[in-house]
């Protein structure tokens, strides 16, 4: 039964992960979200039973039917990731509403990891959504009182991050934060309380350190998205159970 769960949860991953792609690939351009892919080599459009998630990508060996050239492997990674996660979470938190918590939190994790190394931004479309589903778990699964309370969590977490932005604005004199981090805080405080989601932001730094440091010197770039760092080190705190000891035992290589 629970391996027959785990395929059921994979399948709705990858789907959804494939929804994703086309969601983080045309949204940002004001594109039709479900309109027909092409072939970006020879036009081709392919047809709907060509754009199974993960499986058409191996049955045509990753080419295209009719040119032959290869198609890009990043989104069939991301598929296949957002279909392993799914099952991480089923694994970890079995059938119940931090399950759903969980779909929720990595569905934004993948969002904003395409939107926000493609286009350097986290639509506010995006968070809002995300934080309305995240209230609405948290009301079924806490009632009245529980859901205020990580409400309450969450606009003081955001407060305080958006008084540090501001002060580190006016030390530094340029934006120290961006806008869709601070938002984002909101979503930390709601789902890992205030003191956990402070300490988020701590592990957020310290993966986004080495890995940045990576990127600018093999990219040579030096704009890097904090974002997807910081939904990094959500789903870590999430899935590990809000335990502090469990994520520095992880930390120590
Ligand atoms: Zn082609």
Known sequence: MKLLYMFFF???????GSIFNKIGKHLPNNEKIF?????????????LYERIPLFSYFACSGRCSMCNNRLDSLEVFNEFFTGFLFVVAY???GLSYDLLIAFGIISLLMI??????TYYIISDEVLIFFNCYFILITLFKDGLEGMLLHVA?????????YLIMIIGNLILKKESLGGGDIKMMFTFGLLLGPV?????????SVIALPVSL????????SIIPFGPFLLISLTLLYFTRFDINIVL???KF
């Open 10 to 16: 994979f399948a709705i991953g990858i789907t959804i």
């Open 35 to 47: 309109k027909k892919e092409k072939c970006p080599h020879c036009g081709y459009q392919f047809e």
């Open 91 to 93: 694994y970890v938190f």
């Open 112 to 117: 904003v990891v395409v939107s926000d190394l």
């Open 153 to 161: 969590s969450g606009l003081f977490l955001f407060l305080i991050m």
């Open 196 to 204: 956990v989601g402070l300490f988020s932001i701590f592990v957020s």
């Open 214 to 221: 990576l990127i600018m010197y093999t990219k040579k770039e």
């Open 249 to 251: 035992n992880l930390l």
